[in-house]
């Protein structure tokens, strides 16, 4: 399978500020996704980040918050915008690669919003 | 969109007894059921998947069923040893196929009692 990497692995910010968070995949992949984890929940799908265009986001998630970027086949981000206490998350990307419908998740970034 | 409902939210099991945790979910159009183990801290690591068009997959003491018609999935462990104690997370594909993204079900946390 893949090798993900996200970074930062946490940290710890303000509200009102944003936040940018990478993740890099060792090979191309076809799909990639974000995924919040509140803490002690179960995952919830942000958004699918789309290669060359806008990303497709699920209910409840909009751009203006969450803005996503994927340039390429191994790479994305996902930006945290104007965060509060409520914000304070694990933040994963998966991927899908393969021709596999299995998803491989990244580390995770620990955001706590002070 | 898809609903998974998933139980116990906690199962307290003695080593070598299986362990049981079921899900169902709402769209009949769903396909693709994974199943994900997370220790804490750690990302969530797929242990054994479902597709629609069978009805039972075995990978050593891990089992998952299907049924479609009921719209239910279950994980079985059997022979549980102290490594199997995590929080286990059952999925579906919304709308057929993991390139869609995954519904999670609330995860149950698995105690093994020595």
């Known amino acids: 399978s893949a090798v993900i990497s996200q970074k930062p692995s946490r940290d710890i910010c303000q509200r009102g500020t944003s936040l940018t968070i990478q993740c890099q995949v060792d090979?191309?992949?076809?799909?990639m996704f974000w995924y919040r984890q509140q803490p002690g929940q179960s995952l919830t799908l942000i958004a699918t980040a789309n290669q060359g265009s806008e990303a497709t986001y699920e209910s409840g998630f909009v751009i203006d918050k969450f803005p996503i970027s994927r340039p390429n086949l191994t790479f994305s981000t996902l930006t945290v915008s104007n965060m509060s206490p409520e914000d304070s998350s694990i933040y994963l990307c998966s991927v899908l690669s393969g021709g596999t419908d299995t998803q491989y998740f990244g580390p995770g970034t620990r955001l706590t919003v002070l | 969109g898809e609903n998974v409902e998933q139980h116990p939210s906690t199962l307290s099991v003695q080593e070598g007894d299986s362990a049981v945790i079921k899900c169902t979910y709402s769209d009949s159009a769903s396909n693709y059921f994974p199943w994900y183990k997370q220790e804490l801290g750690k990302r969530p690591q797929l242990i054994i998947d479902?597709?629609?068009?069978?009805g039972e997959k075995k990978d050593q003491r891990i089992a998952v069923t299907l049924n479609k018609t009921a719209k239910h999935f279950s994980l079985h462990i059997t022979e549980t040893q102290p490594e199997d104690s995590a929080v286990y997370f059952c999925?579906?594909?919304?709308?057929?196929?993991?390139?869609?993204?995954?519904?999670f079900g609330k995860g149950t946390h698995l105690i093994i009692q020595p």
């Open positions: 090979s191309q992949v076809t799909m």
């Open positions: 479902i597709r629609s068009n069978v």
């Open positions: 999925a579906a594909s919304p709308t057929g196929g993991g390139a869609d993204g995954l519904t």
